[in-house]
């Protein structure tokens, strides 16, 4: 039903009508002119006004003169020869070019033409000022350029007792600014001086944080919304996860409850792809993955415990200390563990053992970095141990690509956003490496030392260009690699393309290949045992094939020793006879 309400005044309190009409002017008042006044004016001289009795005009037509222009074409046929003259004989043609000209009149009839061919020329040859010409040959001088790296700033943790930089978050609008949290990872080394605070830098101002957080645990992750750059999620090292706004200020604006967090640190969050904006989920040591909406925090939405046999017993379950989620899959997410396994699962799944759908097993230790490549999801990274290994999800006993083990720890790596071949890993002795497997697989395109003290974060920026590496002692330096190592080369998606299902095609081969071993490994040592009660003693036939065996190795050692006295006699033969001769030569 709609509401109406009508407001009404009477005509007599709107005022006196005003009514309009034509009459002749009228005098009301005349003042007189009073000399008093005229001490105080003053006298404009001179006084120049410009007066013109009569309008400026100006009248101007042009036209001119109409040229129509058609295009035509010329076809251009061998012509001008005499009739006595074959132009496809090459001797007729060359001795009738030289009889003309040796010719008087040639060179006086060539001389005018040369100079309407030079001026037809040179309007060919006039420069189009916006037109790239050396385009081709940039693009090649930037693939023989160097790779090299230079530092561009470092961000120093402002307190006295120095933590490690554990992870680094980009600013996603445009990348000015970095996100760094700041947490000691040593159990039970916080000391009661120890800063709370993880800051956000200003990378053109290394001087001072442009802005400070402070959690009520220190935070070992922390992450930027790709949606609203205003937002950052972050996890806590006594298990809680916590937003906050940079519009309202340094404290959180939401945290978990205690009793629905993790029971251990929170070592990785990422933002989800929906519609909100507002969900994510994280991973932590204590072997749950929970979903959360920061809207309302007081308990996750979603629970998964990582226990591979798929009971959900969280006595069992694998603890995560790095995650992936790549948002063009969005019901599937990978977590890498602390002993050294992939776990693949599986988001809409109905039950929760059907949520872990399978597990790739290649390290010996934690796996602490865990990303799909952005240009072949299926082939993903991980870093752990004393190496990097690229995987595809096809094949699940082995990596189909792997570098040679260092002497010092990895602790972080991630690929390039802009190519597909290249990715980088950081290291315990304070090296960064840059890999190109198009370039050379053994050894890393490009290996620096940014630190004396160790590397535990890394993180690049979306153009490529720009990456931070986050040291024990609370340094995130800022580098910047050279334009080669992030400007995307010709045909590179293909050969990077064809590289992976060389490699991956071949791990099949030998996976079948080792199959079919073990597969007569195993029906051998069954027909064996077949043998062995269908002969019914069992001692006896061991001792015959231990003596056959020695019979036959003392056989091959006879065998040796008489071919190698028999070689000997030939030598001493062979050289009594070149000494004999040698001596009737002297003789």
Known sequence: MEIVYVYTKKRSKFGHQCNFSDRPAELHVDILPDPTFAASFIYRDPCDVAIQCSQEMSEHEVNTQRFESETCGINHVEGGWPKDVNPLEMEQTIRYRKKVEKDENYVNTIMPLGNHMEHC?????????????????????????????KTINVFRDPNEVKRTATSLSWHPDGGRKLAVSYASLEFQNVTSNMSLDSYIWDIENPNKPDMTLKPVSPLVCLEYNPKDSHILVGGSYNGQIAYWDTRKGSQPVEMSTIEHSHRDPVYKVIWLQSKTGTDCFSASTDGQVLWWDIRKMSEPTERLVLDPSKKGNLENALGAISLEFETTMPTKFMVGTEQGLVVSCNRKAKTPAEKIVCTYSGHHGPIYALQRNPFFPKNFLTVADWTARIWSEDIRESSIMWTKYHMAYLSDGCWSPVRPSVFFTVKMDGTLDVWDFLFKQNDPTLSLKVCDEALYSLRVQDNGRFLGCGSQLGNATLLEISSGLCTLQKNEKALATAMFERETKREKILEARHRELRLKERSRSEQSKEDETKEGDGDESTEDLVACAEKEFYEMLEAEMKKREKEEKTEKEEDKQEKEVYEEKET
């Open 121 to 149: 020329i040179k309007q060919n040859n006039a420069t189009d000022i916006y037109q790239e010409c050396f385009e081709e040959e940039e693009i090649e001088d930037g693939t023989e350029e160097q790779p090299s790296a």
